[in-house]
């Protein structure tokens, strides 16, 4: 039983620095970490692709200014979190990733800086890494990880969904979770419906939830299944199945009065709530960076009054 979270983060810090996936960054290559950040994040924010190993100071200068308060570098970032270098070929670094010397939510690692090198993607490298962090958790008795991703990441926000993580919150931005306590999940499309299914050892896929089209409204169902699954299930369910729903470019809402209380669901539950938070997302990228966040999902047309603004979107500065 775990008494001290604080103690089973620093060991499971220790197990990730005596791995063979990572290599834990050392002193003096803080910098350095800090260009692969910086690549990572012009690639997400920008859309542009850069060596960062090739990063002039004047060119760090340009890419930091156009990505504004997203773009500041953290001197002492080191003392929050610890750095991991992802090893490919010939232990070769290929990529980066951190994990905070804290834990987040119900006692989760997190993890933020995940980035491989364009010509290192398609390996299993950054899967290799994710896995390691979780078994590194569970090994010390911690709800396995959590990590963040904007949505206009869209590449990223779909490698989340494929790797088998939950949508556990959009509040600033979309919160995904690798946890012991949920199955394994997909989603199937039959009869022009998208279907949620998770892994049962006993029974193989069983769809929960099943997502159609009325007009150009969603019909949400739930199944027997569902409303018997446990509580983490049940809870993160609708979230997931949301997510998969606005990649597609299927309808989020119910109908007038389900988005007239969209603000219900600021932080993660009904589907509206993460319509709203996808227009809030979208004019916050635009503001910011002045770029066309180019995504499938449309946005709601009602004449009615639109539901109540969230609180103005801070940057989160994660990677």
Not at 53 to 64: H, I, K, N, S, Y
Not at 112 to 122: D, E, K, M, T, V
Not at 204 to 231: F, H, K, M, N, S
Request: with cysteine.
């Amino acid at each position: 039983m775990v008494r001290s979270w604080d103690a089973a983060v620093g060991r499971a810090q220790d197990r990730l620095a005596a791995g063979v996936r990572l290599r834990a960054a050392v002193e003096g290559e803080e910098r350095r970490f800090a260009l692969w950040d910086l690549a990572s994040l012009v690639e997400g924010g920008l859309g542009e692709v850069v060596d960062p190993d090739a990063l002039t100071p004047r060119a760090e200068r340009g890419w930091r200014e156009q990505l504004g308060e997203s773009g500041r570098e953290w001197p002492g970032g080191e003392l929050y979190r610890r750095r991991y270098w992802i090893l490919g070929e010939r232990d070769a670094v290929a990529g980066t990733v951190a994990v905070d010397n804290w834990t987040k939510g119900p006692s989760q690692l997190a993890v933020s800086s995940l980035y491989l090198r364009p010509h290192a993607r398609g390996r299993g490298l950054a899967a290799a890494a994710l896995d390691e962090v979780y078994a590194a958790a569970t090994a010390e008795g911690l709800p396995g990880f959590r990590l963040e991703a904007h949505w206009s990441w869209q590449p990223a926000v779909r490698y989340y969904l494929r790797r088998g993580l939950w949508v556990v919150g959009w509040k600033r931005s979309l919160s995904f979770a690798r946890m012991p306590q949920l199955p394994l999940h997909r989603v199937r499309e039959e009869d022009g419906r998208l279907l949620l299914l998770v892994a049962d050892r006993q029974r193989g896929w069983v769809p929960i939830l099943a997502a159609g089209q009325e007009g150009r409204w969603l019909r949400l169902d739930e199944t027997a299944d569902y409303r018997g699954c446990d509580g983490w299930v049940h809870e993160y369910a609708r979230s997931t199945l949301a997510l998969y729903l606005a990649l597609a470019g299927r309808p989020l809402v119910r109908g007038p009065q389900w988005w007239a209380e969209a603000w219900r669901w600021a932080d993660a539950g009904e589907p509206e709530g993460l319509a709203a938070r996808i227009e809030e997302f979208e004019r916050a990228a635009r503001s910011r960076a002045g770029r066309t966040v180019v995504s499938p999902y449309r946005p709601v047309m009602l004449p009615e009054p639109a539901p109540p603004a969230f609180p103005q979107l801070a940057d989160s500065g994660d990677g």
